[in-house]
């Protein structure tokens, strides 16, 4: 398959060596003719609201939710969680958003950036080591959400971390750093197969 990789802001290149380590053309998208050429496309972590900016100036915000309407896979991970949310808590002012999974999603719910931190938790049913840096959360999702791995916070409390909708998957962790491929290969044979004719 050919995934594309938003590579505006953030952590592109490490997700790139991802989709390659596990067997897939990843190409760079920045323009609309770079989005039109490829199967799929992840958006990684980063700064939400650049990203969303960026995009819009690049002229490939909207085409990224016309792709994502009509049925792209997609997956995004940390700041690409919080741009597939339909909704956002403590977004900046008229943060806009590519949307499509029907989530409630926590900015930075975790704390600021020296309160990024690893956690082992157990993501589609298998134990993993995830890396949270400034992460969201999800607070509530709609009946067709699918959550996939979730954070103890204590007391009892656990929220959402990892969560699909149809052909779209989003973790509030980043996969890319830890060199583990099963996310990334649980998109690409589990989410895209599925998606992609």
């Known amino acids: 398959m050919k995934i594309g990789v938003l590579a505006l802001q953030g952590d592109f290149r490490e997700h790139i060596e991802a989709v390659k380590a596990s067997g897939h053309a990843g190409l760079s998208v920045r323009r609309p003719e770079e989005l039109e050429e490829v199967d799929a496309l992840i958006l990684p972590g ?3 609201t650049a990203i969303a900016l960026l995009a819009q ?8 939710r016309d792709r994502i309407a009509s049925g792209m896979p997609v997956y995004g991970s940390c700041a690409g969680m919080i741009l597939l949310a339909d909704r956002i808590i403590y977004g900046v002012q008229d943060q806009a958003t590519f949307g499509g999974i029907d989530m409630t999603v926590r900015r930075n719910a975790f704390g600021r950036q020296v309160d990024s931190f690893e956690s082992d938790l157990k993501f589609n049913g ?3 080591r995830a890396v949270f840096i400034r ?3 999800v607070e509530e999702v709609g009946e067709k959400v699918v959550v996939l791995s979730e954070v103890d916070l204590g007391d009892g409390v656990r929220r959402p971390v990892a969560v699909r909708q149809g052909s779209l998957l989003a973790t ?6 830890t060199g583990d491929l099963r996310v990334h290969r649980y998109f690409f044979d589990q989410v895209c197969a599925g998606a992609i004719k």
């Open 46 to 48: 980063g700064e939400s």
């Open 57 to 64: 100036t690049f002229q490939i915000f909207q085409p990224i």
């Open 126 to 128: 298998e134990p993993l």
């Open 135 to 137: 992460a969201p959360w």
């Open 172 to 177: 509030s962790f980043h996969p890319e750093l």
